[in-house]
């Protein structure tokens, strides 16, 4: 497991952007004919979730949330040296979203453009990625886009996963500042567990065809799906989240010398509220310091992290503070992070 330290870079501002269609849980469940729906949003702890339109892309709702964090921090898009993006919905196969989205920017030629395909942890796997690039003195200011339509990617139809999914986008302006105390990663895979969450086909192990976009009845539960609809173990899931993520939280307590009680805010992947509820009674946190937006926004994938730091701890950034990060999902593939953010500016919520 790779143990990371950085030093002197950090999170300046954030912005983020969501669809404006709502999808109210309940009336949505009921219209497809589920009777207990009350004891399903209890459980998932989603009451509502943001869906994009068919015309619009992860990477509009970046592009939306970039474009506010240049004007509210008036930057120089000149001295934008680096853009990744984060996602598993990209607008193409080819080319990378990343250099499309530096052509809409407005970014200079010389910029350093690529994309991350990993899902849930990725948002602490591209901080690592920016961060490792920030040590070069010839990158002054890197933009780190994370985006999804996930509701896109699961079918409506599937009640396994119809309730969890919402769509969403965020833009992180990192910089390298002396302020910034040490930042510290931790990075694990495991592709043995590859088939609890998957998408079989669409790729190129197994192109599309006529049969791969067929919905069907997939399971004893009459839940309806395609070969190119994403798919899910859930108990299996929650088994790995609480073997795994604790331990995972213990090691980076140590690699950071640091303990609960110095950390300011844990931000978890918003999962569901059965894993999160899990977590904070396994590590045995003030609730008070564990944010969520997971009953308005739903599980976001990547974007669940950044988009519960712009939404519930947009007025407690203030002054130094010191947070914990955990990704963790399709992949297999988690990742936590402590890092400091000192006066990080976050930008009124976009509906695009």
Known sequence: MPLLKFENTGITALAAAVPKNTV???????????????????????KERRRADDATCASDLCFAAAEK????????RSEIDLLVFISQTPDYRMPATSVT????????????????????????YGLSLV???????????????DGETRTKAYSQKDRKTAFLFGDGGVAALIERNEKFGPSYFSLNSDGSRHDLIKAPAGGYRMPSSPETVVEKVMDEEGNIRSLEHGQ????????????????????????????????????????NNYINGYLLKKLKLDPEK????????????SVSIPLTIATELKNSLGGKKKLLLAGFGVGLSWA??????EDCKVSEMVEV
């Open 24 to 46: 109210d849980n309940h009336t949505f469940g009921t219209a497809m004919g589920v009777t207990n729906m009350d004891e399903v949003i209890d459980k998932i702890g989603i």
């Open 69 to 76: 964090l240049i004007a509210d921090n008036q930057l120089d």
């Open 101 to 124: 989205l530096q052509h809409r920017l407005g970014l200079p030629e010389s910029t350093m453009a690529f994309d991350i395909n990993l899902g849930c942890s990725a948002f602490v």
């Open 131 to 145: 961060y490792a690039l920030m040590q070069q003195p010839g990158i002054r200011k890197a933009l780190l886009l």
């Open 232 to 271: 899910m173990n859930g108990p299996d899931v929650f088994n790995f989240v609480i073997r795994e993520i604790p331990k995972d939280i213990k090691r980076i307590y140590e690699h950071a010398q640091t303990e609960k009680e110095q950390i300011d805010y844990f931000v978890f992947h918003q999962a």
């Open 290 to 301: 564990v944010p969520m937006s997971i009953e308005k926004y739903g599980n976001t994938s």
């Open 336 to 341: 936590t992070a402590v890092l400091d953010v």
